[in-house]
Nanobody, 117 residues
């Protein structure tokens, strides 16, 4: 069984920064891709960023140049460094894990990010 725990959310002013963490455990995690999605009330969950086990990174157009995704394989932990935050970044951020070594996709419980004007 795979377990996923997010942390690092909070309330910041526009222009500020936050660093999210996603700690994962379970067989197959180190060989899987990991990513971040965010959910705003009234909107569908949207892709933010992802990173493969080989460190290939992908970003949503709205966060390119502001967010940086990284991964520490020794800790099975993924990070999302969010800089120059804007109110549109507000939402619940979810960590996701997927890959051919896993029976299904796994999701964390989410961490709230609020950016004030």
């Amino acid at each position: 069984q795979v377990q996923v725990v997010e942390s690092g959310g909070g309330l910041v002013q526009a222009g500020g920064s936050l660093r999210l963490s996603c700690a994962a455990s379970g067989n197959g995690v180190t060989s899987s891709s990991m990513g971040w999605y965010r959910q705003t009330p009234g909107k569908q969950r949207e892709f933010v960023a992802s990173i493969t086990s080989g460190a290939t990174m992908d970003y949503a157009d709205s966060v390119v140049g502001r967010f940086t995704i990284s991964r520490d394989a020794t800790k099975n932990t993924m990070y999302l460094q969010m800089d120059r935050l804007v109110p549109e970044d507000t939402g619940v951020y979810y960590c996701a894990i997927w890959g051919r070594w896993l029976a299904r996709n796994y999701w964390g419980q989410g961490t709230q990010v609020t950016v004030s004007s």
